[in-house]
C-alpha cells in the first residue's frame, strides 16, 4: 500500500519539460480506498457522478489535512484527479 501512495504522489509531482504531464496513476477502488484510509487517514467525504458515467469521489483526512479526489469508472478502476492539503468544508447555508 505505501508503493501506491508513493506512486500517486510521484505521478501528481508535476510536469518536465521533456517528459510531458505524468500518466495517471489508476488501480483498484478498493486499494486505493484502503491505502489512502491505512495510511493518510484519508475517508470519503463527498461523492458524485459525472456525465460520463463515472463516479467522482473526495476523501480527506480528519481536520482537512490532506485530500484526493478519484474518478471510478463503472469497471471500479479508480484513478487519481488530484492531491492537494488545507481541505475544508463548505458550510451549509442558505442556496445562492
Request: net charge negative; with cysteine; charged share 10%.
Amino acid at each position: 500500500m505505501r508503493t501506491l501512495l508513493l506512486a500517486v504522489g510521484i505521478a501528481l509531482a508535476g510536469t518536465t519539460a521533456q517528459a510531458g504531464p505524468a500518466a495517471p496513476v489508476c488501480a483498484p477502488y478498493d486499494a486505493f480506498a484502503a491505502a489512502l484510509r491505512d495510511q493518510a487517514k484519508e475517508v470519503p467525504v463527498a461523492r458524485m457522478l459525472s456525465a460520463q458515467g463515472h463516479v467522482i469521489e473526495i476523501l480527506a483526512s480528519p481536520g482537512g489535512g490532506t485530500y484526493t479526489i478519484l474518478i471510478v469508472t463503472p469497471t471500479g478502476l479508480a484513478c487519481v484527479a488530484d492531491i492537494g492539503l488545507a481541505y475544508a468544508p463548505v458550510p451549509e447555508g442558505p442556496a445562492v
